[in-house]
């Protein structure tokens, strides 16, 4: 599962990530539907892990709110046990992460 979800950096390297304490976030499926309560488990500036449930599967496209600013385009990945990963359409800003992980 781990190797799916790699991000590799422009020096061929792991994407740093860091791990998060159950934070809640919004999520919601980009073909409308309700928004659905998910937990950001953990989060790069490519990626994130989220606990919950209400995404249809692999490939679904998502909007996720994180912290105050616009909804975070993204594409679920792998799905199992629970878990959702989705992958970023665009990078979010190392601040942003930052500022994500200092709230957990």
């Not at 980009?30 to 209400?54: I, N």
């Not at 105050?68 to 989705?86: F, H, K, N, Y």
Request: aromatic share 4%; charged share 20%; glycine share 14%.
């Amino acid at each position: 599962m781990a190797a799916r979800y790699a991000e590799m950096t422009n020096a061929g390297r792991r994407a740093p990530r860091k791990a998060i304490t159950r934070l809640s976030v919004e999520l919601a499926c980009a073909g409308g539907g309700p928004q659905l309560a998910a937990a950001l488990v953990e989060l790069s500036t490519f990626g994130c892990r989220l606990g919950g449930d209400g995404v249809d599967g692999v490939g679904d496209h998502v909007r996720l709110g994180l912290e105050d600013g616009p909804p975070v385009a993204a594409t679920v990945i792998w799905r199992q046990s629970g878990l959702i990963g989705c992958r970023f359409d665009k990078p979010i800003a190392t601040t942003l992460m930052k500022a994500l992980i200092g709230r957990a």
